[in-house]
């Protein structure tokens, strides 16, 4: 039987290289994308050399329309899962959040999902299986403080997936948006970073204080979580589960 093949953007570091090493483990043909070139060809080389899987890399640009119309011919074989992983964050408030900046978080965390699985869903209909897994946050369920754009667009992927759920539903085609509190991550520790400066408080208090205050485990989400719960998305068992946003919280949203 043919290994399933899943697509991660952003897959070169962070959630996106955590998720890779758990589908690697679990035996799926692995295409990584990003924009950075040199990080993915690291991390292909890092997950070949770490499992008997087969392991590609593709640069892309979400943004550009161009590369994404042709991602599903760049890529070796057709894509049974496509994870919507690439992101970006700034924080500032709205006062003074550059124009461009606003719209570039929307572009590449609304927009590029949304034109990716535009991309890919004829070829999930014609094999009549797809799974669609898009990387929101616990900022797709609540909000913070300066940080506009990108709870506009996480929130924004719960409705876009809602929609595709239903315009799929006859097709064995699921899309559902996990949901996960504070993951330690690089683009985190530089969130820790600009909240301070923020703030004029320690790293130490923004951690304690602002990011795991309303999050009753007080604890980060570990990247070996995300990729199950990504694998369990992809199995036979949820080909029911579609159109969800699924919390992976420590009870944050309980409140």
């Not at 997950?47 to 550009?64: E, F, H, P, Q, R």
């Not at 057709?78 to 606003?102: M, R």
């Not at 948006?177 to 690089?186: G, I, N, W």
């Not at 949820?238 to 949203?253: S, V, Y």
Request: charged share 15%.
């Amino acid at each position: 039987m043919t290994a399933k093949h899943v697509l991660i953007t952003g897959g070169a570091s962070g959630i996106g290289l955590g998720m890779a090493q758990g589908f690697a483990q679990a035996g799926y043909r692995v295409t990584l994308s990003d924009i950075n070139a040199n990080a993915l060809n690291a991390a292909v080389e890092q997950l070949t050399s770490a499992y008997d899987v087969t392991v590609k890399g593709i640069t892309l640009d979400v943004t550009d329309s161009t590369q994404i119309a042709s991602a599903p011919d760049r890529v070796d074989a057709p894509v049974d899962i496509l994870i919507n992983n690439a992101g970006i964050q700034f924080v500032s408030a709205l006062e003074s959040f550059p124009e461009d900046k606003w719209r570039l978080i929307i572009d590449i965390l609304l927009t590029g999902p949304a034109m990716l699985t535009k991309a890919f869903l004829p070829q999930m209909y014609q094999q009549n299986f797809g799974r669609i897994i898009n990387v929101g946050s616990i900022h797709s369920l609540v909000a913070s403080p300066y940080k506009s754009a990108y709870v506009a667009a996480k929130h924004g992927l719960l409705g876009f997936s809602k929609t595709i759920a239903l315009e799929s539903a006859e097709h064995d085609v699921t899309i559902n948006t996990l949901c996960p509190s504070y993951v330690k991550t690089p683009l985190v520790e530089n969130q820790i970073i600009s909240q301070a400066q923020n703030h004029q408080i320690s790293e130490e208090e923004v951690i304690n204080t602002i990011m795991l205050k309303p999050m009753p485990k007080k604890a980060f989400i570990a990247l070996s979580e995300l990729a199950d719960t990504a694998l369990f998305l992809s199995s036979p068992s949820a080909k029911n589960i579609t159109a969800q946003a699924i919390a992976i919280d420590g009870g944050w949203t309980a409140h």
